[in-house]
């Protein structure tokens, strides 16, 4: 142990002779404080990262946890990082005799812009690139431009011309085992036209592929290599939907996965890909084992009906932009797990609702927290939720004269009336806010259990709440939230306030779950 001694002759520990749990807290404050998802890019961004990443030169030990600490969450955005993680991550791991022997540190993995192409198809743009650059140059095929492959890694500062191209019918693969049709509500053509730009230059389809879009090929292969510990997994699929044999058995290694996020995005410079959507289908039976799962796919999910998947331990759902056609998939998926679903979130501003009210009556036995948008509640608030808990983020905006509740009021404070904490995020100035809760809110109390009507013979929702705990105001900017005046509101009625950055269903149960064991 080294030490030194000060003036009393007492020995003074240095940093590295502290115990591994407060050496790790130490680290962990340090680099949260620099991994803000906003500086992602920034140039100071890249420099705290230089120097996070110098520390582990110390000594064995602190490598160890810097790299447990500071590659817990990857976010991969394009194929350039794609690329070097698979070129590079060993050598983090260079004193190891054996990869296998040294624990992955990375807990959660997400990964953009996965485009599962049709080869033929890639193959013939690639093609007819070369030729049309040889053809325009009067160079010969060996001069041309570097290789155009998917791998190829690109300058970070490369840009290119603005691209649209059209997207024939031609260009749907005939061995697809789902006749599908993109909604595309901005041209239902496929058309996308920029500028003067021509429509169909195949070196602009070629540089986006390249540049902007991570193959499934490569993707495999970093889920192979950061999955051994994953917990958590978010892909998102641009103009194709499927995934293969070696995807799925690659997501099947990962033993501690209990998270799962699956996002479409349908791009007008992108060609389609692949739509095989009943290959989610195979995906989900190989992972018993998650607890949540969150779809954001427009129309794309299947029938689940009698497809034998299990989902024992599945406790969160999450339903965000579904369109078009997406009732059977929806209700056939609620009935899988109606008995164990816990929480649920439900994010939509498509007309289609269709599905709404059944499958809340499917689920709505056994939930515990619920967020729906501000737009849909109408359509809920006359549901009862016997084991509700724990409702929001919803969001309330304060310059609209009605806020989106007067119309259903007493039905939605109704449905409300075993929530313990609620989660609002507020849109608007905080003068509205106010003048909302002190209008619709705010009551004289004649003692601390009756409370009094408000003006207008309208009952505060305080009556409809009897068991209402906590607020938590989820806004933008937390310092504009006035919090000494509601609080004095509030805590006439022995209700907290919080305020903080909890914008996600989970967050604000886990909150929920802290406050109500401390007032217990």
Known sequence: MSSSFDGTNRPRVGIQDLPGEILSHVFEIYISSHLRPSWAGSTEAIHYSVRQLQLRLVCKRWADIIISRYFWFINIRNPERLQVLLEN?????????????????????????????????????LLETEQSI??????????????????????????????????????????????????????DAGLAVDGDSDSSDPAQVAFIIRTQLCSMDTTIKILDLLGQNLKSLEITLVNSFAFPPSFVAAVTRMRFLQRLDICYRYRLQVPMGRFQKNTLIDLLQSLPQLQYLKFQCRDLLPDFTNSGIS????????????????????????????HR??????????????????MLQLVRKTLQALNVSTEKLALVS??????????????????SPKVGLEDNCVYFWSM???????????KGCWTAMLGYFFDCWNTSKQNDTDPVSIPGDKKSPFHYLPNLRHVIFVPKFPSHIPLVILKDLFGRHHIQIHAGDYHHLKDIERLDQLLHTRTI
Request: glycine residues 4%.
């Open 416 to 426: 409300l009336r075993n929530v313990r904490t609620l989660a609002i995020a507020p």
């Open 134 to 187: 040889n053809a325009a140059s009067g160079s010969n095929p060996t001069a041309s431009v570097p290789a155009l492959t998917l791998n190829a890694a690109v300058s970070p500062n490369a840009s290119g011309p603005s691209l649209g191209i059209s997207q024939p019918d031609s260009l749907l693969d005939p061995e697809d085992d789902d006749s599908h049709s993109i909604e595309n509500p901005e041209n």
């Open 311 to 338: 989902l024992p331990n599945l406790r969160l759902l999450g339903l965000v932009d579904l369109i078009g056609n997406s009732d059977k998939g929806i209700l056939s998926l609620c009935h899988l797990v109606q």
């Open 341 to 358: 679903l816990r929480y649920l979130e439900l994010i939509s501003d498509h007309q289609n609702t269709n599905y709404i009210v059944p």
């Open 382 to 399: 006359n549901l009862d939720f016997p084991q509700l808990q724990v409702f929001g983020p919803t969001h309330f905006d304060f310059d």
């Open 89 to 125: 991550w060993t050598t983090l791991y260079a004193d190891a005799p054996v990869y296998s022997e040294r624990r992955c540190p990375v807990i959660k993995l997400k990964i953009d812009s996965v485009w599962f192409h049709k080869s033929d198809y890639l193959q013939g743009i």
